[in-house]
């Protein structure tokens, strides 16, 4: 793996968490990059669910995949 990145932004009640991964390598990178976007979700509503008894995690999946650079891109709403 050459870049690794995690951000969020929040859209109305939601936090999207962003994975991006970049990697030189031929080997797929997209459950490294999943796991990395489901522990900051489950980080974020660890510290919510006290504040929100309802808050809850959902769409954890691959949105875009470039094969010349394996650029992947996770996204899981909470």
């Known amino acids: 793996m050459e870049y ?3 951000t969020h ?3 109305a009640l939601h936090i999207i968490v962003t ?3 970049h990697t030189i390598y031929k080997t797929g990178v997209e459950v490294e990059a999943m796991h990395g976007a489901a522990v900051t979700a489950l980080t974020m509503y660890d510290m919510l669910k006290p504040v929100d008894k309802e ?3 959902s769409d954890i999946r691959l949105e ?3 094969e010349e650079n394996l650029i992947l ?3 899981p709403a909470l």
């Open 64 to 66: 875009e995949k470039k």
């Open 9 to 11: 932004r929040v859209e």
């Open 19 to 21: 994975v991006e991964v």
């Open 73 to 75: 891109r996770t996204t």
């Open 55 to 57: 808050v809850s995690i």
């Open 4 to 6: 690794a990145a995690i």
